[in-house]
Nanobody, 118 residues
Framework: QVQLVESGGGLVQPGGSLRLSCAASGSIFSINTMGWYRQAPGKQRELVAARTSGGSGNYADFVKGRFTISRDIAKNTVYLQMNSLKPEDTAVYYC????????????WGKGTLVTVSS
């Protein structure tokens, strides 16, 4: 099993920045993908950004140029640097881990709330 603990959410004004962190612990496989999803009230959970252990990554179109995902493999930690935040970025942000080891290999954190408001 894998446990994910997110931190770094909070209240920020439009145009501001936040940095989210997610630390994974437990049975971590060397080949895996970690990333961030978000969910606003009444909306579906959507991909924000993800990166594999090999370095390949992808971003949602609405965050390209503003958000950066990075990983510290040795610490089993993934970060999301969020710049130029907009009110529409307000959501609960969830950390995700998947190591493709079986049907129950996908894990989620409890989420951290990001609120962008004046």
């Amino acid at each position: 099993q894998v446990q994910l603990v997110e931190s770094g959410g909070g209240l920020v004004q439009p145009g501001g920045s936040l940095r989210l962190s997610c630390a994974a612990s437990g049975s971590i496989f060397s080949i895996n993908t970690m990333g961030w999803y978000r969910q606003a009230p009444g909306k579906q959970r959507e991909l924000v950004a993800a990166r594999t252990s090999g370095g390949s990554g992808n971003y949602a179109d609405f965050v390209k140029g503003r958000f950066t995902i990075s990983r510290d493999i040795a610490k089993n930690t993934v970060y999301l640097q969020m710049n130029s935040l907009k009110p529409e970025d307000t959501a609960v942000y969830y950390c995700n881990y998947n190591d493709y080891s079986g049907p129950k290999s996908n894990y989620w954190g409890k989420g951290t709330l990001v609120t962008v408001s004046s």
